[in-house]
């Protein structure tokens, strides 16, 4: 199954956390769980917050592309489309809230869960949780709204 980032168009695969195209980014992948989106992502070493824990940068980032790349997939849903059908949905953060409940840590895979919260015209709110060990250690709130048609156009 492709991810949700494979179907970004070229021009908008540039993100430093899900562009596909941006080689020294996180590049993740998120598919469909039933009615929930889901993300792995493992840290490495230098993710470091403090020794033996992950950076809160990171979590904030993963959990902001992770809604964004859900919020996408379920505008193609809502109106029963396929995710490579024209015109292309592609998401921007319009707020992010971030809360950590825990320490990450740094050692082994994250789980990154996304769930749908509203869908109301060019905006998507998506709550995404990062689980560790299926402990939640920090649950984001996205508002993605949906970019305009030339937004990255070289005119613009």
């Given at each position: 199954?492709?991810?949700?980032?494979?179907?970004?168009?070229?021009?908008?695969?540039?993100?430093?956390?899900?562009?596909?195209?941006?080689?020294?980014?996180?590049?993740?992948?998120?598919?469909?769980?039933?009615?929930?989106?889901?993300?792995?992502?493992?840290?490495?070493?230098?993710?470091?917050?403090?020794?033996?824990?992950?950076?809160?940068?990171?979590?904030?980032?993963l959990?902001?592309c992770?809604?964004?790349?859900?919020?996408?997939?379920?505008?193609?849903?809502?109106?029963?489309?396929?995710?490579?059908?024209?015109?292309?949905?592609?998401?921007?953060?319009?707020?992010?809230?971030?809360?950590?409940?825990?320490?990450t840590?740094?050692?082994?895979?994250?789980?990154?869960?996304?769930?749908?919260?509203?869908?109301?015209?060019?905006?998507?709110?998506?709550?995404?949780?990062?689980?560790?060990?299926?402990?939640?250690?920090?649950?984001?709130?996205?508002?993605?709204?949906?970019?305009?048609?030339?937004?990255?156009?070289?005119?613009?």
């Amino acid at each position: 199954m492709k991810a949700f980032q494979d179907y970004y168009p070229e021009n908008l695969a540039h993100c430093y956390g899900c562009g596909r195209l941006n080689q020294h980014g996180h590049q993740i992948k998120t598919c469909w769980d039933g009615e929930e989106t889901v993300t792995q992502f493992t840290p490495e070493p230098y993710h470091t917050a403090v020794p033996g824990f992950t950076y809160g940068g990171l979590i904030a980032s993963l959990i902001d592309c992770h809604s964004t790349g859900t919020a996408a997939a379920a505008m193609y849903r809502a109106e029963g489309r396929e995710m490579d059908t024209l015109p292309p949905f592609r998401f921007v953060t319009g707020s992010l809230k971030v809360d950590f409940l825990k320490p990450t840590p740094l050692a082994g895979p994250l789980e990154i869960r996304g769930r749908v919260k509203e869908i109301k015209g060019r905006k998507v709110i998506v709550e995404t949780t990062v689980l560790v060990a299926g402990i939640a250690t920090a649950r984001g709130e996205v508002v993605a709204v949906q970019m305009p048609a030339r937004f990255g156009a070289e005119d613009v």
